[in-house]
């Protein structure tokens, strides 16, 4: 409907991960909900597109800068009241660049092995005489040579032959791993919304040193069998490890007593590491940097070790179809509990009165309709620029890549994560996510990566130095390398007379080529979570960041309890949802408040693991 009900408790303006959270939240404990997205789509900029979804996308940000302004009447005010334009400087993405690395269509020799005419004619005239034992014989070969040919033909990819499966992508905008006992995945448990989405564990870690790709061990038998340690350094890192484990659990540890002022290397040094040991523990344990502090260095090793061995055995899950799929659950518990939803429709302007003295946002204007509401919680995108006055200029530097095989070919599909170290001391980690067909992320033969980083220059400059290491750029000029390695032969190296489950890949052989990069996009979008977003609004506005530069979900998940406990200082924070078959309702009646039926707290303490295969 165009004409919305115009009271609200709460109107959400924006669909991202913070603002969803607190539509459900505020849904949940029995508020008039109202949220709104000018987009067409949910997540904004934490959501996920097919390939064709994805061009549509870009169009959109280029264009946005020439969007018609919509028209707003001071017939809708009051006395005393005035209007802001809704819109800011962060709601475009910039710097955006998309590149093919393969031909718009495969040359006739590329579809794969065809039989001559001389060929063909032989064969017919053999047919004709041969026994029926040949004849088999025949068939089997030819068989074999269809195989073959199907199997040169999945190796090829086209511009074309790619857009035709546009449906099979699910690529993310912002793209984040679940810490097995973070906040969020403790959220989606308690709260009952982890039965709307479906998760795998990450399969592993890996890090960059000595010029090659590592296994970074995430559990003590791993520590123990790896040969990339040696029997000294495995004691000194267990050591190092439990110390940083227990420091939480005993409130007098003086272990890390002078070091809160300096940095997390300044710490690992005093400890004599090798730089070896050091590589794995700054970089890809603790997912940190030279200027990393030291207690939040210290924070970040506790958080990866304590969600170890829950689900997997790595700390993290990836949510199947993508990052941009947990948004929606927290809008689909909205929905259930009464809140409206309206895509495709912005907020024009904010009404600001004055009360006491004070500015008070008394609703907003979407279309020709005036909206009054209690509180009003906006993304960053869609704020007036005179909220954000102390907003910073920082952005995050994003790389998705669609590429032929793994970085690091396995004996089955991996679900990676890498932290790419810096070039140098000041530099900044590369954060690059690989998910492979097993997530829907992509059709079969493909894999998508994710890079990730902090924007110094441009993305394309920032990620330069981890694409070119990690992946083979130059374009495929209507040939595909035939000189390489690719994840198929491995695959057919091992169904040949070998036992997968129980073969082996050598080191040299898995790391004998690169990916080849199929198509790039870069583009920077702005990051706004080291700012205070409540320096310039009034009190009943609440502002929320968009994605943040960490690997997880932990910012957002803070950011919108904060936000809730300003609302409603006295109310619990998503209470967990009924299941549809609790749902009791009065006889003859209209439905009200659904209550728990029959339901312990044991049985909730059991409810212990996202829903959906973890592998």
Not at 19 to 30: D, H, T, V, W
Not at 333 to 348: P, Q, S
Not at 419 to 428: S, T
Not at 536 to 560: I, R, T, Y
Request: a negative charge.
């Amino acid at each position: 409907m165009d004409d919305l009900p115009s009271e609200y408790d709460v109107i959400v303006i924006g669909t991202g991960m913070t603002e969803s959270i607190l539509a459900a939240a505020a849904s949940r404990i029995g508020k008039r909900v109202l949220h709104l997205d000018s987009n067409e789509y949910y997540g904004g900029m934490w959501a996920a597109f097919n390939f064709d979804g994805l061009q549509k996308w870009l169009g959109e940000c280029q264009n946005k800068a020439n969007e018609l302004e919509h028209e707003t009447t001071d017939n809708l005010l009051k006395e005393g009241e005035s209007l802001i334009k809704a819109g800011s400087q962060f709601a475009t993405v910039f710097n955006i660049e998309e590149k093919w690395y393969i031909p718009q269509e495969l040359l006739e020799k590329d579809s794969g092995p065809q039989p001559s005419k001389d060929t063909q004619t032989e064969e017919e005239g053999q047919a004709k005489g041969d026994q029926e034992g040949d004849l088999e014989k025949g068939e089997k070969e030819s068989a074999e040579s269809e195989k073959e040919k199907d199997s040169t033909q999945s190796k090829c990819w086209s511009q074309n032959k790619l857009k035709t499966l546009y449906r099979k992508f699910n690529l993310d905008l912002a793209p984040k791993l679940l810490y097995s006992r973070g906040s969020l995945v403790e959220l989606l448990i308690s709260s009952n919304i982890a039965r709307y989405a479906e998760f795998r564990s990450v399969s592993r870690v890996l890090t960059y040193i000595n010029d090659k790709l590592e296994t970074v061990p995430c559990s003590r038998a791993d520590v123990f069998s790896t040969k990339e340690i040696s029997v000294v350094e495995k004691r000194m890192l267990m050591k190092l490890l439990t110390l940083c484990h227990e420091y939480a659990k005993d409130p007098d540890n003086k272990e890390f007593q002078g070091f809160e002022d300096k940095t997390f290397v300044e710490y690992l040094d005093s400890k004599k590491l090798t730089p070896n040991l050091l590589h794995y523990v700054l970089y890809a344990i603790a997912m940190s940097t030279h200027k990393t502090p030291c207690m939040e260095g210290v924070e970040r090793t506790q958080r990866f070790l304590t969600s170890l061995g829950r689900y997997g055995n790595t700390p993290f899950l990836w949510p199947m179809y993508g990052s941009g799929e947990l948004p929606q659950c927290f809008c689909r518990l909205c929905a259930v509990f009464g809140g409206v939803y309206h895509l495709k429709r912005a907020a024009n302007s904010v009404i600001i009165s004055q009360q006491g003295g004070e500015p008070h946002c008394a609703g907003i204007v979407s279309g020709s309709q005036r909206l009054s509401t209690e509180h009003l919680v906006m993304a960053v995108s869609d704020a007036p620029k005179t909220f954000l006055q102390s907003a910073p200029t920082g952005g995050l530097s994003r790389g998705i890549f669609l590429t032929d095989r793994s970085m690091l070919a396995g004996n089955k599909e991996m679900l990676t994560l890498l932290q790419f170290p810096p070039q140098d001391a000041n530099g900044e980690l590369v954060t690059v996510i690989e998910v492979g067909p097993s997530t829907n992320a992509c059709p079969q033969g493909l894999y998508v990566v994710h890079m990730t980083c902090r924007q110094v220059k441009s993305a394309r400059e920032d990620l330069a130095v981890a694409v070119s290491t990690l992946l083979h750029t130059e374009p495929c000029e209507g040939t595909y390398r035939s000189d390489t390695l690719s994840q198929a032969t491995l695959t057919h190296k091992l169904e040949d007379g070998t036992d997968v489950e129980g073969a082996e890949i050598s080191q040299s052989e898995s790391q004998a080529v690169k990916p080849q990069l199929l198509w790039s996009l870069y583009f920077n979008c702005p990051e706004t979570s080291s700012c205070d977003l409540s320096a310039d609004v009034p009190s009943n506005v609440h502002l929320c960041s968009g994605p943040d530069l960490d690997l997880d979900f932990e910012f957002a998940v803070k950011q919108a309890k904060e936000i809730f406990k300003k609302m409603y200082p006295d109310c619990e924070f998503l209470p967990r949802a009924p299941d549809p078959e609790e749902i009791v309702l009065d006889d003859d009646s209209e439905p009200g408040p659904a209550f728990i039926d029959n339901k312990t707290e044991s049985d909730h303490d059991k409810q212990d693991i996202p829903s959906g295969d973890t592998e």
